[in-house]
């Protein structure tokens, strides 16, 4: 199964171009939902206003090389390894499902527009990166999914509740599980049996709910996240902090209360 390439067997039913649209259509439902979202919470006006106000404050003017070397860091360290969920399980599962994402979609787009021809002969890493990327995102999103999303973890909501805020989370993981058993399913081999298009019709379902749903769900902070983070990072360096004072310059002071349990309130 893991040397598999899906698409190829959809081929001798769905014409590679087919496939390709899809994709296209895909990345424009991205790039739609994500400008009518700017629109509508007028965050990126207010990030930008906000940068030209803290600029104001700066108190050293940082040349190109500085700043470039804020970014560089910016994008290695925060981006690269979400460092703002700090050290522990959020993190782990993160980052789990961060890249298991990048590589599934890397993998998707290569093979259909590569690989999806039925004369083609796909390289076996292509299925490899496919099939893994595809099982780190259905481990990360389920960890988060039903051990640390905040309802369940600090608000002791049952893990079956479902609102809006996870169309992100549960698309995502749908999709690559579909993927997973429909590319299972292929690698059967049962010839014209209907479990295999079944498990088509829901990749490409969930596939339409996760990028066609970018307006309503949380896809859009992976483009958000990095570019408040840069913003931040900037901020420290050219000391105008984002118009916030500096931390106070005495002892930290909780009480005891602090030390009866794990901070986990949002
Ligand atoms: C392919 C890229 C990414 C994927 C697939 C992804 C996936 C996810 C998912 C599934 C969630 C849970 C959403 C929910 O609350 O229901 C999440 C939350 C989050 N993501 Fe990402 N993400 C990506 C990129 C990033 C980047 C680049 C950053 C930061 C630089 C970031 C920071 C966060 C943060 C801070 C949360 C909140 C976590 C929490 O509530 O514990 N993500 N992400």
Known sequence: MIYNNPFLGLSSFIAPVAMQG???VMIVLVVLGTLLDIIHKKNVKYFFNNAKKAKKNAKI???TSQR????LKTVAYDIATTSELGKGKRRAAHLLGMYGTILFWIGSVIMIFCYSSPSSDTPSFWPIIWHVGALMTVIGGGWFWFFLRVDVYSEAQPWY???KADLFVLALVASSLTGLIWSYL???NLNDRWDDKVFLVL???SNLVLF????WSKFAHMFYKPGAAIQKNLAEADGSRDNLPPPADAPKQFGLGIKREEPKHY
């Open 61 to 63: 003017e940082l040349t």
């Open 203 to 205: 990749f490409i379902v």
């Open 212 to 215: 066609g749903g970018v307006y």
């Open 68 to 71: 470039t070397s804020v970014i």
């Open 22 to 24: 899809f994709v296209i």
């Open 161 to 163: 509740r479902i609102i």
């Open 186 to 188: 292929q690698s059967l």
